[in-house]
């Protein structure tokens, strides 16, 4: 089936320096999601992305869907320790009824 | 701002007994999930739902699973004799179309299978 490959798998960081992440696949997918998870909760959606070439920002995170549809990033500018926590990309193949492909994610730590 | 809420929180069940996780989705939404999350490992899709069936699985989703929307409101994840493996968090999530808006999720049920 499907899989994403999502990098890097953890980062440690000062706070105030600007993340970037990223997932790749071979295959193409219609819509890329990001979502960051806390310890014990549910995935909380940060940033969804729906057509090729979309370039999204919400506050300090910015996502991009890749050209090709095979890839998307997000950054996060500019970190606080609250940005602690697992980032995870999501996306939809075409022809879904709703079947997400998660990423394996990437662990964030900063520093303060 | 309007959640998906599950509960319970913790399950602890006897390997082989059956066990119903519930969740209550977000109210207007039409289209209802579960996802599990191995510990340590990535999120993996098992179902959605709509206008009362199945509309697409997943391979773990297998005799053992079913599904159901017993009301207007809660959406339930049974499993019918559980194995230890079956030890996750499961999550519900809903969202308003299948395509073009966003999956929402609840804060998970973990199972643990002794």
């Known amino acids: 089936g499907q899989q994403l490959n999502q990098s890097p798998q953890s980062m440690f960081i000062q706070e105030g320096e600007d993340v970037s992440m990223n997932c790749t696949s071979s295959?193409?997918?219609?819509?890329w999601l990001w979502y960051k998870q806390d310890p014990g909760e549910g995935p909380v959606l940060l940033i969804a992305l729906y057509k090729a070439g979309e370039l999204t920002s919400n506050g300090r995170l910015t996502a991009q869907f890749g050209i090709t549809r095979k890839d998307s990033f997000l950054n996060i500018s500019a970190s606080i320790p609250s940005d602690v926590g697992i980032y995870f990309c999501?996306?939809?193949?075409?022809?879904?009824?709703?079947?997400?492909?998660f990423g394996k994610g990437t662990k964030l730590s900063v520093k303060p | 701002e309007p959640e998906v809420t599950q509960t319970p929180s913790h399950q602890v069940t006897q390997m082989g007994q059956e066990v119903i996780l519930r969740c209550v989705p977000i109210s207007n939404h039409l289209y209802f999930y579960w996802y599990r999350q191995i510990l340590g490992q990535k999120v993996e899709f098992l179902v959605s739902?709509?206008?009362?069936?199945?509309?697409?699985k997943s391979e773990i989703f297998d005799d053992q699973f079913s599904v159901e929307r017993p009301d207007g409101s809660n959406f339930t994840l049974k499993i019918r004799s559980t194995k230890l493996e079956d030890s996750a968090m499961y999550f519900c999530a809903s969202s308003n179309t299948v395509t073009r808006r966003p999956q929402h999720f609840g804060d998970g049920t973990r199972l643990s299978i002794l």
């Open positions: 999501a996306g939809q193949p075409p022809g879904s009824q709703g079947n997400l492909i």
């Open positions: 295959s193409i997918f219609n819509t």
């Open positions: 739902f709509y206008n009362n069936e199945i509309s697409e």
